[in-house]
């Protein structure tokens, strides 16, 4: 919640010691009286402004990945804008980019960069950065992969995990569905784009954790910050997918959380805020604490 600022505590002070001071010498009561309801009313004043003053709906949908830090950004806005409801319908980035450019949303989010003819409509500020990590069983023997490897693997060129360094057995390639953010930004990165050969497509991040965590023989990729420990992350090309190494770029697989918003209408005040919010210092920390990384600090 905002504190009360220094300049109106010190009013609410002084305004409360001039009053005992004119007690103290026998002033009138009414001019105590005045002081003290004068005191009174600019800490109420203050109070109102802490609690925030604005009120609405702010209608936010897209990307699956950004569902933590959504929920993070949300419940850390509320407590500066209570009045302010902020609703998230988890749909894909394309369909959350979608909304934004026909306005049936306030702020569609994206898991990927926009591409330039969306530009054409709708405006992208990125919030915070993600890892996309490369998920293996906990049983499986290998660790690390470079990206050329991923490529032929999720090409079909590499089938069997004896190539790559671990037990023989086919690969099973899980992703996401197309439309994805997280399909996208995995593909583009790893020079893929809609080569793949999966044996499952499903439609959430936490699906393809779970499809990986049941089969030793599979492969997948998930939004770091949903990675927990029922699956392995392997290295890439040595690096490890962590907040670290994708704030210096050292982890080559990694893409934006974008907030994206129509160029031809303005932002409601409450929308605007919470914008605001989601790209200042402040929100730093509620971003690091769901599995993200900040770019504003």
């Known amino acids: 919640m905002k504190k009360i600022s220094r300049r109106s505590f010190l009013t609410v002070c002084g305004a ?11 002033g009138s009561a009414s001019s105590a009286s005045s002081t003290a309801a004068s005191a009174s009313s600019t800490a109420s004043s203050a109070a109102g402004q802490a609690a925030g003053t604005l009120s609405g709906n702010v209608a936010t949908g897209g990307s699956t990945s950004m569902k933590n830090v959504i929920a993070a950004l949300t419940e850390g806005f509320a407590e500066v804008e209570p009045g302010v409801t902020v609703s998230y319908d988890p749909t894909g980035s394309g369909a959350g980019i979608t909304g934004a450019t026909d306005k049936t949303l306030d702020i ?12 054409n409509d709708v405006d992208g500020t990125t919030v915070a950065l993600d890892g996309i990590a490369i998920i293996v069983s906990k049983d499986s023997k290998v660790a690390d992969l470079t990206v050329e490897q991923l490529k032929k693997m999720f090409t079909g ?25 997280t399909r996208d930004g995995f593909e583009s990165i790893v020079d893929v ?10 439609t959430a991040t936490g699906a393809v954790i779970s499809a990986v965590e049941a089969n030793p023989l599979a492969i997948g990729y998930a939004s770091l910050s ?72």
């Open 16 to 26: 409360a010691a001039a009053a005992a001071a004119l007690t103290a010498c026998g």
């Open 108 to 119: 569609g989010l994206s898991s990927r960069a926009l591409k330039d003819d969306e530009k």
């Open 157 to 181: 060129e590499i089938t069997n995990w004896k190539e790559v360094g671990g037990d023989d057995g086919e690969i099973v390639l899980v992703g996401r569905e197309a439309g994805s953010g």
């Open 193 to 202: 784009k809609d080569s793949c050969k999966y044996a499952q497509e499903l």
């Open 226 to 297: 949903a990675v927990g420990d029922t699956v392995a992350m392997v290295t890439v090309e040595g690096v490890e997918c962590s907040e670290d190494t994708v704030k210096d770029g050292s982890y080559k697989i990694q893409r934006p959380f974008v907030f994206v918003t129509n160029k031809s209408v303005a932002l409601s005040e409450q929308a605007q805020a919470f914008v605001d919010f989601a790209t200042s210092k402040d929100a730093a920390d509620l971003i690091r604490t769901a599995g993200a990384v900040p770019v504003n600090e």
